[in-house]
């Protein structure tokens, strides 16, 4: 089975100190153990950039529109840029998946309430069997819930979702690590 890592709005400009990000530190760190497990095992990993407005933090060429420093990106690596909390809506994030032949997606990234949520669900919509690693994502805390209680919620909800090829699997991200572990396994005693 092929992977894609799906890594949606990792960018300077949500990470500031005006709204900070629950677990951010250790965030980057899984999601770059899940970048290296995907490229391992054939996979694509795909970054997803938001161009904001003008004035907006993540306004394109901006020093917020930029990918956190500590993310490990690769040159092979692909970069999709978006313009609305959709990570498919006027992308070409589904030709390229479909180009690839990626049978399951991973989605991760921030935000939990806003891009990632919806590009769970536009996923799910269009049949890609998908996993979103249950400590993989990241939110601000709002006025009216905690980051943990968004992330909470978002988790339990994408885990019941109804769609064409069922919810999402929600899992630890060291599970998917190990699971995409153990599918190389099998395709190479294949």
């Not at 950039?49 to 040159?75: I, K, Y």
């Amino acid at each position: 089975m092929t992977h894609a890592l799906i890594v949606i709005d990792m960018q300077q400009g949500s990470f500031g100190e005006a709204a900070p990000r629950h677990d951010s530190v250790a965030l980057v760190g899984r999601l770059n153990e899940l970048a290296g497990a995907v490229r391992t095992n054939g996979g694509a990993v795909v970054f997803i950039q938001h161009d904001g407005p003008a004035g907006d933090p993540h306004q394109p060429d901006l020093p917020g529109w930029r990918l956190l420093a500590d993310l490990d990106v690769h040159q092979d690596d692909t970069i999709i840029r978006k313009t609305s909390c959709d990570a498919f809506l006027d992308t070409t994030l589904d030709a390229f998946l479909r180009s690839r032949a990626i049978e399951c997606l991973v989605i991760t990234g921030c935000a939990t309430d806003y891009c990632v949520d919806t590009t769970v669900r536009s996923a799910l919509a269009r049949g890609y069997p998908t996993v979103v690693p249950s400590d993989g994502h990241t939110a601000a805390n709002r006025p009216h819930l905690t980051a943990a209680k968004i992330i909470e919620h978002h988790n339990a909800i994408w885990a019941d979702f109804i769609a064409p090829g069922g919810p999402a699997v929600v899992c630890p991200s060291s599970d998917v690590i190990h699971q995409i572990g153990v599918l190389r396994d099998r395709h190479l005693r294949a």
